[in-house]
């Protein structure tokens, strides 16, 4: 099961909008309203910003935002900052034999 | 407080076996699958396998059966991933996660998303 395709780095400006997006297949995005997306800063542990496509968990600012369509999900930062530099994932569940996967991860340069 | 607590770095020679652990509290571990992630040098972010504690069951990723092995332990709240022989290529940070899921209409399980994450291990094979 090949990793779900993201670019492989976005940039923006302070207050920016930026967008990354993630795509797959039918057999996991497309398929499932399960999509979700981690921020991971240089030696952390990765975070959950986004689950099934567009839920925010607590604590997570309204300036991350989630969608989909067809195959394709997008996680978009609105307002860009400092602190938003970073490696950011998406994840889905499969129906393949993998169960869940990951996209190749982009980087996000704060400019 | 909700979290996961693993090992300490390790580092081994090839051929050398290893077992890294990952504690949960109470309430981040009853009831839920736990995940390994592994993490190469430089490298993003791959799901490895999932266990449930409370029964052991345990499903992987078909890239690491095989390759490790996933056990758990509920009495005292702690999942391990473990190797018989290292390889200088099993070299990575290695991360457990509670995974949350459900269950489609023909019972298969749905693993849905990993919302409390470990520190992660790093395991470094060298001769």
């Known amino acids: 099961q090949s990793a779900l395709t993201q670019p492989a780095s976005v940039s923006g400006s302070p207050g920016q909008s930026i967008t990354i997006s993630c795509t797959g297949t039918?057999?996991?995005?497309?398929?499932?309203?399960?999509v979700s997306w981690y921020q991971q800063h240089p030696g952390k542990a990765p975070r959950l910003m986004i689950y099934?496509?567009?839920n925010r968990p607590s604590g997570v600012s309204n300036r991350f935002s989630g969608s989909k369509s067809g195959n394709t999900a997008s996680l978009t930062i609105s307002g860009l900052q400092a602190e938003d530099e970073a490696d950011y994932y998406c994840?889905?569940?499969?129906?393949?034999?993998?169960?869940?996967?990951f996209g190749s991860g982009t980087k996000v340069t704060v400019l | 407080e909700v979290q996961l607590v693993q090992s300490g770095a390790e580092v081994k020679k090839p051929g050398e076996s290893l077992k890294i652990s990952c504690k949960g509290s109470?309430?981040?571990?009853?009831?839920?699958?736990i995940a390994w992630v592994r993490q190469m040098p430089g490298k993003g972010l791959e799901w490895m396998g999932i266990?449930?504690?409370?029964?052991?069951?345990?499903r992987y990723s078909p890239s690491f059966r095989g390759q490790v092995t996933i056990s758990a332990d509920m009495s005292i709240t702690t999942t391990y991933l473990q190797w018989s022989s290292l390889k200088a290529s099993d070299t990575a940070i290695y991360y457990c996660?509670?995974?949350?899921?459900?269950?489609?209409?023909?019972?298969?399980?749905?693993?849905?998303?990993?919302?409390?994450w470990g520190k992660g291990t790093t395991v470094t094979v060298s001769s």
């Open positions: 996660a509670r995974h949350r899921s459900g269950r489609s209409t023909n019972h298969q399980y749905l693993f849905y998303y990993m919302d409390v």
């Open positions: 109470e309430n981040s571990f009853t009831g839920y699958w």
């Open positions: 266990i449930y504690p409370g029964d052991s069951d345990t």
């Open positions: 039918s057999s996991d995005v497309g398929g499932y309203n399960y």
């Open positions: 099934d496509v567009s």
């Open positions: 994840g889905s569940y499969t129906s393949s034999s993998t169960l869940y996967v």
